[in-house]
């Protein structure tokens, strides 16, 4: 089992920054992807960004250029680097990790952090 803890989230004016983490804590291979989707209120869950154990990284088009995300595999942490942020932005973020194990693919979502750009 994995549980995953977001946090950081909060209130931004609209241009400003915020940092989010996501610790990993319970049995993780070494090889696993992890990243930020977002849910806006009456919308689906999106995307944001991705990264693998190797640090390749994916990113929404609509983040490209403003967000970066990061991780600290020794710490089975991930993070995300908001920039220029805008009300458009506002939703509550995800953490998630995805892995094989036993060839099964398996899948945890944290409970999510809420982030709010005023405009």
């Known amino acids: 089992q994995v549980q995953l803890v977001e946090s950081g989230g909060g209130l931004v004016q609209a241009g400003g920054s915020l940092r989010l983490s996501c610790a990993a804590s319970?049995?993780?291979?070494?090889?696993?992807?992890m990243g930020w989707y977002r849910q806006a209120p009456g919308k689906q869950r999106e995307l944001v960004a991705a990264?693998?154990?190797?640090?390749?990284?994916n990113y929404a088009d609509s983040v490209k250029g403003r967000f970066t995300i990061s991780r600290d595999n020794a710490k089975n942490a991930v993070y995300l680097q908001m920039n220029s942020l805008k009300p458009e932005d506002t939703a509550v973020y995800f953490c998630?990790?995805?892995?094989?194990?036993?060839?099964?693919?398996?899948?945890?979502w944290g409970r999510g952090t809420q982030v709010t750009v005023s405009s």
């Open positions: 998630n990790t995805a892995f094989l194990r036993l060839g099964l693919s398996l899948e945890y």
């Open positions: 319970g049995s993780m291979p070494s090889i696993n992807a």
């Open positions: 990264i693998t154990s190797s640090g390749s990284t």
